[in-house]
């Protein structure tokens, strides 16, 4: 299986699949096609017999800034895309907890928002020294409902899921790990080979073994988050609309272009 798309590219490397981001220029923001891409490359892969591990990441120097803000002001005046957005989330968040093969996250760069959803989706996440998470939902008048709801509380404890949500602040890799969010941090040179020969030692493991594995630990997320999921969700619709959420991504969106480390840092994390 090979694509290339405008925002997203699945590449082989033998029974590897390589799901690249990309929209460098934007730092991986997450457009409307970008989200649609999200929720249907999953069950793509999962059809796709010759794969056996999965490597997400990012093009250029981010893993994703979140979501783009042209997109976050259409949902402001437009309630299809609002109910669209929400069945999207949704569809990501079960097929990534539901995907059959291992997930490794090479995450090159800042994930923030939903990007830091995609990265804690993933089985095995592996960081860039440089490289931070960060779920500013609540920063810019959102509830956290494309994942941080979902995953946090599952990784690390309920204190620091509450302080990371309600402030936004981001957690540098070496925290991540300390916290659990992330397996281990690799220097940026050899981030993508690190991934590469954690998802080949993966696809080399009986498959049947690991996929039931995954599929019992699967059995516990849902069990565990589906409440939390669907009432996250329906509440991040809710704040769509909310005078404070118009008012921060509006003046967010004003603001001249700056270095890709402060745009990430300020991108909203609805994707």
């Known amino acids: 299986m090979s694509e290339v798309s405008p925002v997203l590219t699945v590449a082989a490397d033998g029974d590897i699949r ?3 981001l990309n929209r460098p220029d934007r730092l991986n ?8 891409r999200l ?5 793509e892969l999962a059809d796709d017999a010759g794969a056996r591990a999965v490597v997400l990441t990012g093009a250029g120097r981010a893993f994703s800034a ?8 259409r949902h402001h005046t437009d309630p299809q895309l609002r109910e669209r957005s929400v069945r999207l989330d949704r569809t990501i968040q079960t097929d990534m907890i539901r995907f059959p093969l291992p997930v490794v996250a ?4 800042p994930a923030v928002g939903l990007g830091c959803s995609l990265a804690l989706g993933c089985d095995l996440v592996l960081m860039a020294e440089d490289a931070w998470l960060a779920d500013p939902h609540v920063s810019v008048g959102l509830v956290a ?10 990784l690390t404890s309920l204190l620091r899921v509450k302080e990371y949500l309600f402030t ?3 957690i540098p890799a070496a925290t991540a790990v300390e916290l659990g969010l992330a397996n281990r941090v690799v220097p940026g040179d050899r981030l993508m080979d690190e991934a590469l020969a954690l998802a080949r030692r993966l696809a080399a493991q009986p498959a049947e073994a690991l996929r039931a594995t995954k599929a019992a630990l699967a059995t516990v997320v849902e069990q565990v988050s589906r409440g939390g999921m669907e009432a996250a969700l329906l509440a991040e619709r809710a704040t769509m609309t909310s005078p404070d959420h118009i008012r921060i991504v ?3 969106a004003s603001r001249p272009a700056r270095p890709a480390a402060a745009a990430a840092n300020n991108a909203a994390g609805e994707g």
């Open 39 to 43: 929720s249907e490359v999953w069950r």
């Open 106 to 109: 090479a995450v090159n760069g």
């Open 145 to 154: 409902g494309d994942g941080g709801v979902t995953l946090w509380p599952l």
């Open 18 to 20: 390589v799901v690249t």
């Open 168 to 170: 936004g602040d981001r």
């Open 66 to 73: 979140g979501g783009d803000f042209d997109h976050l002001r």
């Open 29 to 36: 923001g997450v457009s409307e096609e970008l989200h649609r």
């Open 250 to 252: 509006d003046a967010l």
